[in-house]
Antibody, heavy 120, light 107 residues
Framework: EVQLVESGGGLVQPGGSLRLSCAAS????????MNWVRQAPGKGLEWVSY????????YYADSVKGRFTISRDNAKNSLYLQMNSLRAEDTAVYYC?????????????WGQGTLVTVSS | DIQMTQSPSSLSASVGDRVTITCRAS??????SNWYQQKPGKAPKLLIY???SLQSGVPSRFSGSGSGTDFALTISSLQPEDFATYYC?????????FGQGTKVEIK
C-alpha cells in the first residue's frame, strides 16, 4: 500500500524557516518523481515544486522560487521541502504528492498534509 | 501560466442526480486534464486522468470528457459519499495549475 506521511509543519514567524519531510513507503521511491502541493485555509490547490526520481530535474512555482528548496534522499525514502524567508501568504496545508510513473503530470497518491502557519 | 476556470463554483444536488462540472483551459492542453475529489480535512484523491481515463478503484459513475480547452467531469448518479469539492488540473506544462474548485452540496 502506498503511503506518504508528511511532518515538520508548525507555527513560524515571518522571515523564518521550516523544513518539511515526507516519508514514503509501499513503492520503489527512487523511480517516482514527487511534488509538493499546498492549500491555504479555505482556498484551492497550488502546485509548489517537483523533483524527478534522480533529482536531476527540479521545478518551482514562481511564488516560492528562490525561497524554497526541494530535495530527496532515496536511501531514506524521503522527500523534503526547505522553506526560507517565510511569508504570511505561505500559510497552508502542504501535501506531498507522487507523480504518476507515466510522466503525464497527474498526482496519483497524496499524503495527509502538514499545516504551516506563518504569523507573528 | 495556463489558467483553469471551473464552473459552477458550487452546486446543490440530490442523491441520484446526474451532475456535470466543466473546466476551461486558457490555451489548448490536448488531453492533459485531470480531476480530483477532496473531502473536508482530507487530501485530494485522483479520479480521472488524461481527460477521460478512470483511476484504478474509482467507481464507474465518474467519467471525464473533453480535449483541447474544454473538459467535463460527470457523476452519473450522485451518491451520499460524493458530496465534496472537485478540482480540475492541467498537466500539459509547468507550472501545473488547478481550477478554483466546485463544491457539490446536498440539496
Amino acid at each position: 500500500e502506498v503511503q506518504l506521511v508528511e511532518s515538520g509543519g508548525g507555527l513560524v514567524q515571518p522571515g523564518g524557516s521550516l523544513r518539511l519531510s515526507c516519508a514514503a513507503s509501499g513503492f520503489t521511491f527512487s523511480t517516482y518523481s514527487m511534488n509538493w502541493v499546498r492549500q491555504a485555509p479555505g482556498k484551492g490547490l497550488e502546485w509548489v515544486s517537483y523533483i524527478s526520481g534522480s533529482s536531476d530535474t527540479i521545478y518551482y512555482a514562481d511564488s516560492v522560487k528562490g525561497r524554497f528548496t526541494i530535495s530527496r534522499d532515496n536511501a531514506k525514502n524521503s522527500l523534503y521541502l526547505q522553506m526560507n524567508s517565510l511569508r504570511a501568504e505561505d500559510t497552508a496545508v502542504y501535501y506531498c504528492a507522487r507523480a504518476s510513473f507515466y510522466g503525464d503530470g497527474r498526482f496519483d497518491y497524496w499524503g495527509q498534509g502538514t499545516l504551516v502557519t506563518v504569523s507573528s | 501560466d495556463i489558467q483553469m476556470t471551473q464552473s459552477p463554483s458550487s452546486l446543490s444536488a440530490s442523491v441520484g442526480d446526474r451532475v456535470t462540472i466543466t473546466c476551461r483551459a486558457s490555451q489548448s492542453i490536448s488531453s492533459y486534464s485531470n480531476w480530483y475529489q477532496q473531502k473536508p480535512g482530507k487530501a485530494p484523491k485522483l479520479l480521472i486522468y488524461a481527460a477521460s481515463s478512470l483511476q484504478s478503484g474509482v467507481p464507474s459513475r465518474f467519467s471525464g470528457s473533453g480535449s483541447g480547452t474544454d473538459f467535463a467531469l460527470t457523476i452519473s448518479s450522485l451518491q451520499p459519499e460524493d458530496f465534496a469539492t472537485y478540482y480540475c488540473q492541467q498537466s500539459y506544462s509547468t507550472p501545473w495549475t488547478f481550477g478554483q474548485g466546485t463544491k457539490v452540496e446536498i440539496k
